[in-house]
């Protein structure tokens, strides 16, 4: 059964650092790409980033790009994105999402979420 | 950028069909997925390649795509089905976009 569990949001101030993590199970991680997926409070679906199975590339929403950085440790089976300069605007449920096949451009399995919040 | 838009909600009374549509620039040259996505739980994919079922799914959620706009259908609705569900197309310069959300409600 695959898993794929979030974890680090807290409550930061704006300016702030976060780390969240996913740790993925039930499959064999280091063969799909994984990607970060948020919803804001009433909004959405955001994409946000993502990597490619081997880590070699990344992917950034506009939004993020120069403040996020996702990266992922295949010996460990998880997933990161070290988030920088916080904003309120970033206040969301963050999701990590296991690309379903290495020709498509959809997720097949979702985590939970984790939340962040932005504010003083 | 790219955008995908959506009706912001749908109503179906139990048993009929739901038409939700998503639409696109020229969203029927691409791919489109469906995701279900219900208060509290993670988001599930409904519909890939426009019109394909992942394994699990029921076979009442079908889909079509063509011109600028993708259909997800619901036939014979049942009240589980009440959620929000999302469009999304991949694009070459936005890369993954999510249409805006439209929440099914089952009266």
């Known amino acids: 059964e695959v898993q794929l569990l979030e974890s680090g949001g807290e409550l930061v101030q704006p300016g702030g650092s976060l780390r969240l993590s996913c740790a993925a199970s039930g499959f064999t991680f280091d063969d799909y790409a994984m990607h970060w997926v948020r919803q804001a409070p009433g909004k959405g679906l955001e994409w946000v980033s993502g990597i490619t199975s081997s880590g070699g590339h990344t992917y950034y929403a506009d939004s993020v790009t120069g403040r996020f950085t996702v990266s992922r440790d295949n010996s460990k089976n998880t997933l990161y994105v070290q988030m920088n300069g916080l904003r309120a605007e970033d206040t969301a449920l963050y999701y990590c999402?296991?690309?379903?096949?290495?020709?498509?451009?959809?997720?097949?399995?979702w985590g939970q979420g984790t939340l962040v919040t932005v504010s003083s | 950028s790219y955008e995908l838009t959506q009706p912001p909600s749908v109503s179906v009374s139990p048993g009929q069909t739901a038409s939700i549509t998503c639409s696109g620039y020229k969203l029927g040259n691409r791919y489109a997925s469906w995701y279900q996505h219900k208060a509290g739980q993670s988001p599930i994919l409904v519909i890939y390649q426009s019109t394909k079922r992942p394994s699990g799914i029921p076979e009442r959620f079908s889909g079509s795509n063509s011109g600028n706009t993708a259909t997800l259908t619901i036939s014979g609705t049942q009240a589980e089905d009440e959620a929000d569900y999302y469009c999304q197309a991949w694009d070459s310069t936005t890369l993954y976009v999510f249409g805006s959300g439209t929440k099914v409600t089952v009266l």
């Open positions: 999402a296991k690309r379903r096949a290495d020709s498509s451009n959809d997720f097949d399995f």
